[in-house]
């Protein structure tokens, strides 16, 4: 069974950084690419980054191109993001997801339970 | 930036179908991808290149993707379909998009 767990959220001031982390097991890892898709309060999916298996490509959006950084350490079954420079407009539940994809991405099979990331002073 | 966008809200009675557009200029070019969240719920995969469902989802969920639109359609409708559906497609392979969302109420 596929199990996706995220941590590291909370609330953090404008400006600040936070690193997100994303369990994972029930798969072979390293085989599939991994992404971050973001739902701020009451408003709809949007889709924040995603990185393909081996960890050699990566893809962002552009409202944080710059500001997050994805990662992966396959040894760990973990995903990464890394979120700096943030900003009230990132306030949102972030969603670990798995693609069905391996060295480029497809779509999102399977997804995290998700976890609040809040940016106020 | 590619846009898809959809309807913000269905509205189905029980036992009927009920279909939901997603357009994005030459959508029909590219594969399309369809999300169901329940509220309080996370995202669930519902179709898979333009009109392929994963293992679990009901057969009352059909996909199909031509010219600037692509449309899931929701056969004999049940109570528990009512989410927000999300489109999603790629643009120019670097970069994921979501549809605006579409509420479906069934009453």
């Known amino acids: 069974e596929v199990q996706l767990l995220e941590s590291g959220g909370g609330l953090i001031q404008p400006g600040g950084s936070l690193r997100l982390s994303c369990a994972a097991s029930?798969?072979?890892?390293?085989?599939?690419?991994m992404g971050w898709v973001r739902q701020a309060p009451g408003k709809g999916l949007e889709w924040v980054s995603e990185?393909?298996?081996?960890?050699?490509?990566?893809y962002y959006a552009d409202a944080v191109r710059g500001r997050f950084t994805i990662s992966r350490d396959n040894s760990k079954n973990t995903l990464y993001l890394q979120m700096d420079s943030l900003r009230a407009e990132d306030t949102a539940v972030y969603y670990c997801?798995?693609?069905?994809?391996?060295?480029?991405?497809?779509?999102?099979?399977?997804w995290g339970q998700g976890i609040l990331v809040t940016v106020s002073s | 930036s590619y846009e898809l966008t959809q309807p913000p809200s269905v509205s189905v009675s029980p036992g009927q179908t009920a279909s939901i557009t997603c357009s994005g200029d030459?959508?029909?070019?590219?594969?399309a991808y369809w999300y169901q969240q329940r509220p309080g719920q996370s995202p669930v995969l519902l179709i898979f290149?333009?009109?392929k469902r994963p293992s679990g989802i009901p057969e009352r969920f059909s996909g199909s993707n031509s010219g600037n639109t692509a449309t899931l359609t929701i056969s004999g409708t049940q109570t528990m379909d009512e989410a927000d559906y999300y489109c999603?497609?790629?643009?120019?392979?670097?970069?994921?998009?979501f549809g605006t969302g579409t509420k479906v109420t069934v009453l």
């Open positions: 997801a798995k693609d069905a994809g391996d060295w480029s991405p497809a779509f999102l099979d399977y």
């Open positions: 029930g798969f072979p890892f390293s085989n599939y690419a």
């Open positions: 990185i393909i298996g081996s960890g050699g490509g990566t």
């Open positions: 030459k959508l029909g070019d590219r594969y």
């Open positions: 290149q333009d009109n």
């Open positions: 999603q497609a790629w643009d120019s392979n670097t970069a994921a998009v």
